[in-house]
């Protein structure tokens, strides 16, 4: 079971970019991945997936914005973040699913994205 770390993190004013890291420790290549957020006080909520075939997907609040990716040779998946809003101030989980079944195996730690009004 691969270990993932994320990076990227931390404080833009809102209309700027981050790009969030999720480094796993082991191959990824055949993993459908995703990027989850917790914001302070509410449920965890899906924000974007990639298959290990490519196709991505989106929740509807950051369609044209963010963009998710995977560099299978670095076995990083990345979250590209543009034109942030205060509301996507969060706590930013990934995850991996290697049975590619829906169900997440590993987690990683979180990292936190605050974009100040």
């Known amino acids: 079971q691969v270990q993932l770390v994320e990076s990227g993190g931390g404080l833009v004013p809102a209309g700027g970019s981050l790009r969030l890291s999720c480094t796993a420790s082991?191959?990824?290549?055949?993993?459908?991945m995703g990027w989850y957020l917790r914001a302070p006080g509410k449920e965890r909520e899906f924000v974007a997936r990639?298959?290990?075939?490519?196709?991505?997907y989106y929740t509807d609040s950051v369609k044209g914005r963010f963009t998710i990716s995977k560099d299978n040779a670095k076995n990083t998946l990345y979250l590209q973040m543009n034109s942030l809003k205060p509301e996507d101030t969060a706590t930013y989980y990934c995850?991996?699913?290697?049975?590619?079944?829906?169900?997440?195996?590993?987690w990683g730690q979180g990292t936190q994205v605050t974009a100040s009004s």
């Open positions: 990639i298959r290990w075939i490519g196709a991505t």
């Open positions: 995850n991996a699913d290697p049975r590619r079944d829906g169900i997440p195996e590993t």
């Open positions: 082991g191959r990824i290549s055949g993993y459908n």
